[in-house]
């Protein structure tokens, strides 16, 4: 069984940062993307960045202040935000799309952490 567990949300400041990390867990033969979506209330669940055999990809509104962070040793990935705004507050999910049945790969999420940015 294959398990996202993330950490590092909270409360900070517009301006300020956060870092977000998830570890996957359980059986795992490989991984292809790693990312990080947000949903925020009453809206869609929107790509935020996401990491692929060394390439990234981001959401024009992080540009230049998030950065998306992949250890494949440790089945991690790590989202630091910085000059965080209002507009960034939602709730964080991590998703990674692996191999946990040879040849097969699915997509899972985390349980999602919250981040507020205040004014």
């Known amino acids: 069984q294959v398990q996202l567990v993330e950490s590092g949300g909270g409360l900070v400041q517009a301006g300020g940062s956060l870092r977000l990390s998830c570890a996957a867990s359980?059986?795992?033969?490989?991984?292809?993307?790693m990312g990080w979506y947000r949903q925020a209330p009453g809206k869609q669940r929107e790509l935020v960045a996401d990491?692929?055999?060394?390439?990234?990809n981001y959401a024009d509104s992080v540009k230049g202040r998030f950065t998306i962070l992949r250890d494949n040793a440790k089945n991690t990935v790590d989202l630091q935000m910085n000059s965080l705004k209002p507009e960034d507050t939602a709730v964080y999910f991590c998703?990674?799309?692996?191999?946990?049945?040879?040849?097969?790969?699915?997509?899972?999420w985390g349980q999602g952490t919250q981040v507020t940015v205040s004014s």
């Open positions: 998703f990674a799309n692996l191999e946990s049945k040879p040849g097969y790969f699915f997509g899972y």
């Open positions: 990491i692929s055999g060394g390439y990234t």
């Open positions: 359980g059986t795992i033969f490989s991984i292809s993307v």
